[in-house]
């Protein structure tokens, strides 16, 4: 049962539009760190332009380290907008009100940070457009547009396009309540951002078809994006890559980091923001419900991706998986994302006074995307690592270096920063739905019996 809670109209504006409206110290001081994350990171990429590829920690067969495992990690993260926002609308879950638009810019910024990897990983990112469109003028080369290499740029862009599509045709009701509450320079650009509205019915009205639509055509999107950067391995022949559960394996695999992601991203917001009438104990609990299926469906495709690798005809595939699960560092990392993704949370969300700990969703949930970053390492580096024919030794072991991990932990950086701006210039938190909500929870007693106010078509 949701918590129903009164909240004047003039309420929501004041508190949503607080941050946007005014900025306390601590914002100045969490930019600039974030800045200077950002900053190190792109001294740190000059470094790998000069000196080369081999600052990363690449070897012979190693070719995709950390900055691919990055990738596939952070297109995951950015499906938990599809996920609260298109499916949950399209079902009107009315819990999805306060979450929606945090995760709708949660996966704008993680998708562009994830489409950044691929240019930062081929050393020369000015030379990236020979494999991103189809003719190569300098070289006259053809790529291959049967190769899902070349499919990902497609999937990502339009995939972003329609995010951020989606996020500013969600935010138009609220632009225009900036617009009215700000003076200057920021009413004219919220003026202009907000396109005439005015809240006319004809308004509402489009305004309502057009999210309605872009939920339903972004589905497809949805499920293609990751199932073709599934196929970036499973239409490999390498052992440990070629596998067919890959695509529904790599889907269940976002959704599962995408909402746990979700639900860190409004513990925090929540707590810097103030907003415990809005992001309520209730909202965790339905996190927890539906984190719980997906996380014992990702659990299922993993032992389907171990089963059929261990129980397949393939020598080598099966020298994969014994790589993975008895030598060092790799046999450390399985246990770890086991526990880490499934065995500590899903049985803390079995439980109703857990699921509505804010402390306990918090780690919980962080928890899992340790243990996910941690599933697309294993999944990417061990099969690239080889045996030497006669010897029980693997060779060429791939050990990050230093600049790695500062790519890694200024991935991180940007899409907080990002999240961060985004929540400065426009409110985290959509005004008009939380009002829409406030609508539809009226209820007229009847007799004996309360019904709803409003009944949908």
């Known amino acids: 049962m949701q918590e129903r809670r009164d909240l004047p109209s003039a309420k929501i504006n004041v508190d949503l539009m607080d941050f946007t409206l005014h900025t306390p110290l601590w914002f100045w001081v969490v930019a600039f760190v974030l800045s200077s994350i950002l900053g190190l990171a792109a001294i740190t990429y000059i470094f790998v332009l000069y000196y080369g590829l081999e600052l990363l920690g690449y070897q012979n067969t190693i070719v995709w380290g950390f900055l691919i495992t990055n990738f596939v990690f952070w297109v995951g993260i950015s499906h938990a907008g599809v996920m609260i926002s298109a499916i949950l609308r399209l079902s ?4 999805r009100r306060p979450v929606t638009r945090a995760a709708e810019v949660m996966t704008v910024f993680a998708l562009a940070t994830a489409a950044s990897f691929p240019v930062l990983h081929t050393g020369r990112p000015w030379r990236t457009l020979y494999w991103a469109f189809p003719y190569d003028y300098a070289r006259g080369i053809f790529p291959d547009v049967r190769s899902a290499l070349i499919w990902d740029p497609s999937a990502i862009f339009t995939y972003l396009s329609s995010s951020a599509a989606f996020v ?16 200057g320079w920021k009413h004219t650009a919220y003026a202009i951002l907000a396109m005439g509205f005015r809240g ?5 009205k489009l305004q309502t078809t057009a999210g309605i639509l872009l939920s339903a055509l972004i589905l497809p999107v949805f499920v293609s994006v990751h199932s073709i950067v599934s196929w970036d391995f499973a239409a490999a022949i390498l052992p440990g890559y070629h596998a067919t559960v890959f695509p529904p394996y790599f889907v269940i695999g976002a959704v599962h980091s995408g909402v746990s992601a979700v639900a860190t991203l409004m513990a925090i917001v ?12 209730d909202h965790f609990d339905a996190l927890g419900r539906l984190l719980t299926v997906v996380a014992t469906g990702w659990l299922y495709f993993f032992l389907m991706d171990v089963f059929f690798g261990m129980m397949g ?5 099966l020298e994969v998986w014994t790589l993975r699960f008895f030598y060092a560092p790799y ?3 399985i246990p770890i994302m ?13 439980f109703r006074k857990m699921r509505r700990n804010i402390t306990v969703m918090f780690w919980s949930s962080l928890c899992v995307n340790v243990g996910m970053w941690i599933e697309r390492y294993y999944i990417i580096v061990p099969p690239q690592s080889f045996k030497q024919v006669f010897s029980f030794l693997w060779i060429q072991s791939y050990a990050p ?30 005004l008009f739905d939380i009002k829409e909500g406030q609508v539809l929870k009226q209820e007229l007693r009847i007799g004996r019996v309360k019904v709803p106010a409003v009944i949908r078509e």
């Open 338 to 350: 086991i526990i880490t993704s499934y065995i500590i949370p899903v049985p803390l969300w079995l």
């Open 313 to 317: 005809e393939g020598t080598s595939e």
């Open 168 to 183: 500013y045709v969600a935010l138009i009701p609220d632009l225009a309540v900036a617009r009215d509450m700000t003076t």
């Open 92 to 95: 009107q879950a009315e819990w």
């Open 200 to 204: 006319t019915g004809r308004q509402w």
């Open 401 to 430: 270096r230093w600049a790695d991990w500062i790519l890694v932990i200024a991935s991180f950086a940007l899409v907080s920063f990002g999240v961060l701006l985004f929540a400065k210039l426009f409110p985290i938190i959509p």
């Open 270 to 281: 929540r707590k810097i923001f103030h907003l415990e009438d809005y992001i309520t104990p």
């Open 331 to 333: 046999s450390f990392l």
